[in-house]
């Protein structure tokens, strides 16, 4: 939720890598989940290995984009996201990969990318998401957006999204909370487009003791795929185990079965 001063953005400071590797092969593209930034990926980039640059989307009104206001809906924050692939992350190969809300803004604007063949991703990784067209029945318990600071406040502290450390102080507590209800506010405006497939290879992953079951989240989405398409299991909840979570590159970089042959994880 703080300003960012360190690694590399492009002009409009959507795009944030917390370790430079401009000579890599291909690119992780990370969206992040509802009332989140970039912070809770930075640490991937120790996990990737050297072939491979992180890339992090920064949504508007957090973090180097503070000072931005926040997207006022759906279709604002997906073109926000296809602005910054297309003119920041074209030049080479990619992978998509979004978390939650993420797992949703990942899927569109890889549909939107394919309908204009504008740098469509080699290959997209969705996680801790239902199917976007079955988001409403999955994700009952995520607050509305004219819910008290109170309500939304602990709803936080329980996914885990709220440190003790940043609960202690008011001011980022306030913080917190705005980019919270404007990410809420923007959740409620989606509303699928019926017919929606990708064609890319599609990866899904979802914790086993999150919220919706396993076999119910993979079954929704295999028909937005058009491509190859395979789901996993991972331990834990809505953000898997600690130790899960930060292993979580290796899940995103490996081929999806029955990908083209040649490929590592992605395509071109």
């Known amino acids: 939720m703080v300003r960012m001063d360190s690694g590399r953005t492009t002009a409009t400071a959507a795009v944030y890598r917390p370790r430079p590797r401009p ?17 809770p990926f ?16 920064c949504y ?10 926040f997207a006022p809906d759906w279709t604002a924050l997906r073109d926000d996201v296809v602005r910054a692939v297309v003119h920041g992350l074209a030049d080479r ?14 899927f569109e604007t890889a549909a939107e990318l394919e309908r204009t063949g504008l740098a469509v991703p080699s290959a997209l990784v969705v996680s801790g ?6 988001r409403r029945e999955g994700h009952s318990t995520l607050p509305r957006s ?8 602990a709803w936080m502290r329980e996914l885990g999204q709220l440190s003790p450390e940043l609960a202690a102080v008011p001011d980022l507590v306030r913080i917190a ?12 405006s989606y509303r699928f487009r019926a017919g929606s497939r990708v064609s890319m290879p599609l990866r899904v992953l979802y914790g086993t003791e999150d919220a919706t079951p396993f076999a119910e989240v993979e079954r ?19 953000f898997y185990t600690p130790e899960v979570w930060s292993g979580l590159p290796q899940w995103c970089i490996p081929p999806v079965p029955g990908s083209p042959r040649g490929t590592t994880g992605v395509s071109r």
């Open 93 to 106: 190969p990619y992978i998509l990969f979004g978390h939650s809300m993420g797992s949703w803004v990942a």
């Open 177 to 188: 909370v705005d980019v919270l209800r404007a990410d809420i506010t923007v959740s409620e």
């Open 42 to 57: 930075r640490k991937w980039a120790d996990a990737l290995p050297d072939d491979t640059e992180l890339a992090l989307i």
């Open 129 to 134: 998401g239902v199917a976007p067209d079955r």
């Open 23 to 39: 000579d890599a092969e291909r690119v992780l593209v990370c969206l992040s989940y509802c009332g989140g930034g970039t912070a």
């Open 220 to 238: 929704h989405w295999r028909p937005l795929a058009n491509g190859p398409f395979q789901a996993v299991a991972l331990p834990g909840g809505h």
């Open 60 to 69: 508007p009104g957090r973090e180097s984009r503070f000072n931005t206001p």
């Open 146 to 153: 004219d819910d008290s600071e109170e309500a939304l406040v």
